[in-house]
C-alpha cells in the first residue's frame, strides 16, 4: 500500500526551528518527484518546496532561504527543515506524491 505519513510538528516561537519527516512506504521516494505543501487557517493549501527525482529543489517566495527540503533514500523519508520560522507559516504541513497525500502535521508558531 501507497502511504505518506508525517511527523515533527509542534510548538514553537517565532524565530525557531522545526524539521517535519514524511517517511514513505509502498514505493521508493527518490524515484519520484516529491512536495511540500500547507494549509494555514481559513486559507488554500499552498506549495511549499519540491524535491525532484534528481536531487533538484524548489521553493515558495514565501520560504526561500528558510526551509530546506531534503531526503534519505536508505529511509525512504522526505525531510522540511524549518529554520527562521514567523507567524504566517503556521499551518497544517502535507506530503505529496502526485495523487498521494498524508495526514499533515501541525506547525503552530507563536509567542
Known amino acids: 500500500e501507497v502511504q505518506l505519513v508525517e511527523s515533527g510538528g509542534g510548538l514553537v516561537q517565532p524565530g525557531g526551528s522545526l524539521r517535519l519527516s514524511c517517511a514513505a512506504s509502498?514505493?521508493?521516494?527518490?524515484?519520484?518527484?516529491m512536495s511540500w505543501f500547507r494549509r494555514a487557517p481559513g486559507k488554500e493549501r499552498e506549495w511549499v518546496s519540491t524535491?525532484?527525482?534528481?536531487?533538484?529543489?524548489s521553493y515558495a517566495d514565501s520560504v526561500k532561504g528558510r526551509f530546506t527540503i531534503s531526503r534519505d533514500n536508505a529511509k525512504n523519508t522526505l525531510y522540511l527543515q524549518l529554520n527562521s520560522l514567523k507567524t504566517e507559516d503556521t499551518a497544517i504541513y502535507y506530503c505529496n506524491r502526485i495523487s498521494i497525500w498524508g495526514q499533515g502535521t501541525q506547525v503552530t508558531v507563536s509567542s
Open positions: 509502498g514505493f521508493t521516494l527518490s524515484s519520484y518527484r
Open positions: 524535491i525532484f527525482s534528481d536531487g533538484s529543489t
